[in-house]
């Protein structure tokens, strides 16, 4: 198989030496399932999850062709296994999971949604929560193949890909491209900026250039206390960031590498831009989520482990435009060439804490429309 440089520049950067003794146990568990399997052709149906109905609904992202590859998988899982029913919940992480806590406190029985694609911070909140179960990596044939960067020791979820922030902007409405994080808030003019609600990684980079960490975010705060009037408007879904970036309301932005080549390739006069200090890496992982039934449970780890096979991990990559997590998977080549999947990008990228970020979210968000938003 022939890699493309950046599948090159991945794995010598999240590479790291697997176990001898998982690997083996892996093949061997592989083995010795598919000497005791019946043998069926591809296309014959099946049933999972004891041959009982059941419906299941997943959490999708919202925007974009984020649900392109889900709704493919829909369709070929549930044809393939006909006793099961896969409703999509499509919204951003930001909204849909303070409405997956409110459901939980008026029904823990009855979660909004049983698994999911959710970003970084999202997933380490919800460890703090308790929202997910654990997945069973040995009883996941796809399992093995996974960069280990997207793997957990905890369980707590498995990686599909990966997105970056950095910098999107309008190249009609600015004629100079940005070229830092400090762009965002240095050399411009007032109400030129939209951000997605709280904007944790653009209070973060200031922090950073201002003697301050992700443990001590106050200069950052601070930095945009004093220049809320740089931003115009926080949206609160991808359709209205675009509608916002697209018409020039507020032309510049620091968001998903993946979303905004997104809506450049569907017309939108947008550009991408990684900064100089460095890009921000988001992988994105399927997760289970807490308090289902048993059967609920086995069936979203074998929907989840069918997720992660290179056919919908490449699938994933090219639709969301993301680093593939399945190692066996290509790099689409029309990705290969674009400034986020460069080798310099990937040796480039910022390391954040995402445990501090997923447990002080709820406060910094608290902070930031007490500070910040209200002085917009």
């Not at 498995?158 to 808030?185: C, E, F, H, M």
Request: glycine share 8%; aromatic share 10%.
């Amino acid at each position: 198989m022939n890699e493309t440089p950046f599948r090159s520049a991945l794995q010598e950067r999240l590479l790291t030496r697997r176990s001898l003794l998982a690997a083996a146990t892996g093949l061997a568990t592989a083995a010795t399932l598919a000497a005791c399997a019946p043998v069926s052709s591809p296309s014959s149906s099946s049933t999972t999850g004891g041959g009982k109905k059941l419906k299941l609904t997943m959490f999708v992202f919202l925007g974009g062709n984020l649900g392109v590859m889900p709704k493919e998988f829909v369709k070929d899982y549930t044809e393939k296994h006909p006793n099961v029913s896969i409703e999509l919940y499509e919204q951003s992480n930001a909204v849909g999971y303070g409405k997956m806590l409110a459901q939980r406190k008026a029904n823990p029985d009855a979660p909004l949604v049983n698994f999911g694609f959710f970003n970084t911070s999202t997933t380490a909140q919800g460890i703090g929560d308790k929202m997910w179960t654990t997945l069973d990596y040995s009883a996941m044939s796809n399992a093995k193949d996974i960069t280990p960067t997207f793997t957990r020791a905890d369980h707590y979820g498995i990686g599909i890909g990966s997105d970056q922030l950095g910098l999107v902007y309008n190249t009609k409405y600015l004629s100079t491209a940005p070229t830092s994080w400090a762009d965002l808030w240095q050399g411009r003019k007032g109400g030129q900026l939209s951000f997605f609600g709280f904007p944790w990684y653009a209070v973060y980079m200031a922090a950073k250039a201002n003697g301050g960490s992700i443990t001590d975010m106050d200069p950052g705060f601070a930095l945009w206390e004093k220049n809320a009037k740089l931003i115009r408007v926080l949206v609160e879904s991808n359709p209205q960031y675009l509608n916002v970036l697209s018409d020039g309301t507020a032309p510049l932005t620091s968001y998903f590498a993946g979303t905004g080549e997104q809506w450049r390739q569907g017309g939108a006069p947008l550009s991408y831009v990684v900064p100089e200090e460095g890009a921000i890496p988001v992988p994105v992982y399927l997760q289970s989520v807490a308090d289902q039934t048993d059967d609920q449970k086995a069936v979203v780890q074998d929907i989840i482990n069918e997720m992660i096979a290179p056919k919908w991990a490449n699938r994933w990559a090219e639709t969301s435009v993301q680093i593939p997590a399945n190692s066996l998977a290509k790099t689409p080549a029309d990705l290969a060439k674009l400034p986020a999947f460069q080798k310099s990008t990937v040796d480039g990228f910022l390391t954040v804490d995402w445990d501090t970020i997923g447990a002080q979210t709820p406060a910094w968000t608290d902070k930031w429309n007490a500070d910040v938003a209200t002085k917009i």
